[in-house]
C-alpha cells in the first residue's frame, strides 16, 4: 500500500532550510534504507516535510516514528546550536498526517510532493529567523 505522509517541525518553525534541509533529507532516506523502509519520494517545504511510503498499514507508525526519531537525533547531533536556538527539546511535531494512495494516484502525488519549493508563497514569514546552524 502507498501512503502520502506528512509532518512538521515543532511549532512549524521554519527549520528545513540549507544545510538543516538538506541533512534532514539526506536522514531521511538514510534511516529509510537502514531500517528497510520503503520511501519512494521525500520533499521539504520551510516548515514540512512530505514523504511517499510503499508499507503495510499496521507498518506505517512504526515507519514513521522510526524516520521521524532518528532524524531528530541526529539533526540535532549535527548542529548543537539548533536545538538552543528552537527553544525545543524536539525538531519534529508529534503527530504526523498519512493518506492511502493507489497506485494509479502514485504519479501525480509524486508530482505533488516534488512541487513543494514551488509552493512556497502560501506560507506566511516566520515572525522570528531562526539562525541558520
Not at 536522514?27 to 529509510?32: E, K, S
Request: proline share 4%; charged share 30%.
Amino acid at each position: 500500500m502507498l501512503y502520502h505522509v506528512w509532518f512538521g517541525t515543532k511549532g512549524r518553525k521554519w527549520l528545513l532550510i540549507g544545510e538543516v534541509e538538506e541533512r534532514v533529507k539526506s536522514l531521511l532516506w538514510q534511516t529509510a534504507k537502514d531500517k528497510g523502509i520503503n520511501l519512494l519520494e521525500c520533499e521539504t517545504a520551510v516548515n514540512h516535510v512530505h514523504l511517499l511510503l510503499r508499507t503495510e498499514a499496521h507498518n506505517l507508525p512504526a515507519a514513521v516514528r522510526f524516520l521521524k526519531g532518528v532524524s531528530a537525533r541526529r539533526i540535532f547531533k549535527d548542529f548543537p546550536d539548533l536545538k538552543v536556538d528552537t527553544m525545543a527539546n524536539s525538531f519534529w511535531q508529534v503527530r504526523y498526517g498519512a493518506k492511502p494512495i493507489a497506485e494509479e494516484a502514485r504519479t501525480s502525488v509524486i508530482s505533488y510532493i516534488r512541487s513543494q519549493k514551488e509552493r512556497l508563497e502560501k506560507f506566511d514569514r516566520p515572525r522570528k529567523h531562526i539562525p541558520q546552524a
